[in-house]
């Protein structure tokens, strides 16, 4: 598992320091899926993603014109991303 975060102002959307740090590593060996918070489920953000050999696990914000399948059991564990950051 590769952890890794970046901080970034109270009024900054999430997506843009999600971008740039996703561009500072690389795909581990047998890492195959990136759950991703809604806030990053724009189109940029899941194209690079998956350049980088992940198969993105979000889901579609409710107003999509075009919503993609994910794995929705999977994309349950995210919870445990949020726990391990609120301690």
């Known amino acids: 598992m590769v952890t890794a975060f970046s901080l970034s102002g109270g009024n900054a959307h999430d997506a843009p320091e999600g971008e740039q740090l996703?561009?500072?590593f690389e795909r581990l060996e047998g890492q195959l899926y990136m759950l991703m918070d809604r806030a990053y489920e724009g189109e940029k953000m899941r194209a690079k993603v998956m350049e980088k050999g992940y198969i993105p696990v979000v889901p579609p914000k409710k107003n999509r014109k075009n919503p993609w399948d994910y794995?929705?059991?999977?994309?349950?564990?995210?919870?445990?991303?949020?726990r391990f950051f609120c301690g």
């Open 71 to 82: 794995d929705k059991e999977l994309y349950k564990q995210r919870n445990e991303i949020e």
């Open 22 to 24: 996703l561009d500072t």
